[in-house]
């Protein structure tokens, strides 16, 4: 939350070291990995969350990890590894969603998924709203309904959902909705 990437990276190194198959620590690295936008700490990432999904295939931080950090590995390689990619990203957030079905960043980021990746890749508006609607909180939906808004270019819309929501949210959320709404207002 701190923004301290290489000291998430040092700390989920130490951990995998004594367990290599620690979940939280692949989480750690893949966070680590995306923010640093290097294609080589990526792939690193990449082969530690296929392997954590492996051997633990009931683990949704693994499955998270290997969905975002495969995504962001195949657009930067070109839309051709982006259309190879794409069915395995979707099945993986959706697994990890579906494993914790409360987890905020597993539910945004196949909603993200859904909002972003053309129809032949898998893409669909109606499934976003769908999974929005399906969120275990109504400020989780009220986000999820404003990001949804906001690619279909209903600002305004976007707007007033985004800021109907609590003061006090969870981190992720907070995030987000404070992201969105700038993007709105710009």
């Avoid at 951990?15 to 995306?34: E, K, N, W």
């Avoid at 995504?71 to 051709?80: D, I, P, R, T």
């Avoid at 960043?105 to 032949?120: D, N, T």
């Avoid at 949804?148 to 976007?158: G, S």
Wanted: charged share 25%.
């Amino acid at each position: 939350q701190a923004e301290r990437h290489e000291e998430l990276a040092r700390s989920a190194n130490q951990r995998l070291a004594s367990q290599p198959d620690d979940a939280q620590a692949v989480l750690a690295m893949a966070m680590a990995a995306l923010s640093r936008d290097d294609a080589a700490a990526r792939k690193q990432a990449l082969q530690l969350a296929e392997a954590c999904v492996e051997k633990q295939p009931n683990a949704a931080p693994c499955h998270y990890a290997q969905g975002v950090v495969l995504g962001v590995q195949a657009l930067s390689e070109g839309m051709f590894k982006a259309a190879r990619s794409a069915g395995t990203v979707r099945t993986a957030l959706t697994t990890a969603n579906e494993l914790e079905p409360a987890w905020y960043p597993a539910r945004r980021s196949l909603v993200e998924f859904y909002l972003l990746a053309p129809g032949m890749m898998g893409g669909s508006t109606a499934k976003a709203a769908e999974l929005a609607r399906a969120a275990p909180t109504p400020e989780q939906a009220r986000a999820l309904e404003a990001r949804i808004a906001m690619q279909e270019r209903r600002f305004d819309e976007a707007l007033k959902l985004l800021m109907a929501l609590p003061a006090r949210l969870p981190p992720a959320l907070t995030e987000d909705a404070r992201n969105w709404a700038v993007q709105c207002a710009l």
